[in-house]
């Protein structure tokens, strides 16, 4: 039976918020089937969990996700159509993930916070710990930023928060951790004495902010049970994390890597550049393009 502190076989992908920020392209269309050059935007971080020996997908959905459902799945009519013509790389590319990953689907209702979002997946998780991985955060990294931290996981067997330095005008925008900068774990890896989320910032007790990817064990589903609603309704994970913080030790760990906020359009506008110059087949002909262009131009108007 998997047991509390066992090896790492799930990853959840909230993916239930309702997108606001990219309005109108999410109205009728999940913000996390975005492309990245030819890509949804989840496939980078389900693959992420597939390179990290994880292929057990847990996705949290709500209204009008379908189209995460579908792309998962096996699409019999296009396979045989590809087939027909010959089409083998195209074959291949819409195969190679549904064959790797067994994915389970659970509603979450109403969107009531990422805590909560976490919290529906008690049952799928049972009692054993598990990854959360929030697609917005798209990371180049190798290793992969989950192997990062499954490896940082079973050296301190306990929960992991990736976190980044972010510039102090930006700590409001995340949930925020103060460390024990005197214990010595190893690179990038700190105790955590005290987490919060969104602080002034004047009130910020760090510019260590969490990112998007979690190694959490079970106790957390007791610790969201426990945590009030916030000021909006909703059950902040940073909230239930803190109340897990009374119980047990949790560490942060700085991933090595690069990571693309593709949930705000400036962060994915950068991450489609990014992926394009560095694709074997776009990257030069893009980068001349780029390159050619008068950058002056609508600035200011
Ligand atoms: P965000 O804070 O980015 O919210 O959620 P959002 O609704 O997706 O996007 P905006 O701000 O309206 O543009 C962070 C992650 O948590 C998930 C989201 O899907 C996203 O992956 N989430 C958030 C849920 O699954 N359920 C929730 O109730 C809230």
Known sequence: MAVMNGPIRK????????????????????????????KPIIQYGVEEAVQSGVD?????????????EDH???AVELESYLEQRGQTVQLEAIRKITQLINVSYVRQGEPLGLGHAVLVTKNLIGNEPFAVILGDDVIDADP?????????????????????????????S??????????SLGRGV???TDLVEKPRREDAPSNLAIIGRYILTPDIFGALEATA??????????DGLRRLLRDRPLYAYEIEGVRHDTGNKLGFLKAVVY??????????????????????????H
Not at 56 to 68: L, P, Q, S
Not at 174 to 183: K, L, P, Q
């Open 190 to 192: 700190y105790r955590i």
């Open 144 to 172: 992969p930023a989950l192997k990062q931290m499954i490896d940082v996981y079973e050296r301190v067997q306990g929960p992991v928060l990736a976190v980044e330095r972010v510039p102090e005008e930006d700590v409001s």
């Open 11 to 38: 990853a959840v992908f909230p993916a239930a918020g309702l997108g606001t920020r990219f309005l109108p392209a999410t109205k009728a269309q999940p913000k996390e089937m975005l492309v990245l050059v030819d």
């Open 275 to 300: 992926f394009a110059l560095r694709r074997p087949d776009l990257g030069e002909p893009f980068r001349r393009y780029l390159e050619s262009l008068d950058l002056k131009v609508g600035v200011g």
């Open 56 to 68: 057990n997908i847990v996705i949290v959905t709500g209204r009008g996700k379908n189209a995460i």
């Open 174 to 183: 995340y949930g925020v951790v103060a460390i024990d900068a005197s214990e």
């Open 229 to 238: 609603k916030d000021g909006r309704g909703e059950i902040q994970l940073t």
């Open 72 to 74: 998962f799945d096996v």
